[in-house]
């Protein structure tokens, strides 16, 4: 769903994807991503998208988020924003919403375009019949 603007509560995490941005390693594709995760308890743990020559080994903005939050010890998310320059709001990567839904499955996405239009999406609606880690359950 397209919104005119994010929520304003939500500042500091498009702040912080933005600053990630800023450091994005995208010399391939010239499209940097920011993207920035909170915790349920109010962190934010931000990425961006590392290329590499050998470009498979890429990696998207919103997995380096993870693996930091992760890292550092955070489990449970509510919440992501993901800002780039292409001009509608860029929605996670298929690999990413896998990421994401071991560990958040209920999380909340914004992508916010340069113009400030802002989408918002579940995780549920972006991935519906999730493989999780219950699906591993009896083997
Ligand atoms: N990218 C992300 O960082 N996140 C996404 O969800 C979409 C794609 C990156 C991967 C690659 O570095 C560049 O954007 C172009 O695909």
Do not use: K
Not at 81 to 98: E, L
């Amino acid at each position: 769903m397209v919104l005119d603007h994010l929520p304003s509560a939500h500042a500091p995490l498009f702040s912080a994807a933005e600053t990630a941005r800023a450091h994005a390693w995208a010399p391939y594709s010239h499209f940097p991503v920011g993207a920035a995760l909170e915790t349920d308890d109010g962190r934010i743990f931000a990425g961006c998208n590392v290329e590499n020559a050998s470009y498979p080994a890429g990696t998207c903005a919103e997995r380096v988020a993870l693996g930091t939050a992760i890292a550092t010890g955070a489990r449970q998310f509510v919440r992501l924003v993901i800002t780039s320059q292409q001009q509608d709001p860029t929605p996670p990567c298929g690999i990413c919403r896998q990421a994401l839904v071991e560990f958040a499955p209920a999380l909340e996405i914004f992508a916010v375009a340069p113009d400030g239009r802002a989408a918002r999406w579940s995780l549920a609606e972006l991935l519906p019949a999730p493989f999780t880690p219950a699906s591993l359950e009896n083997v």
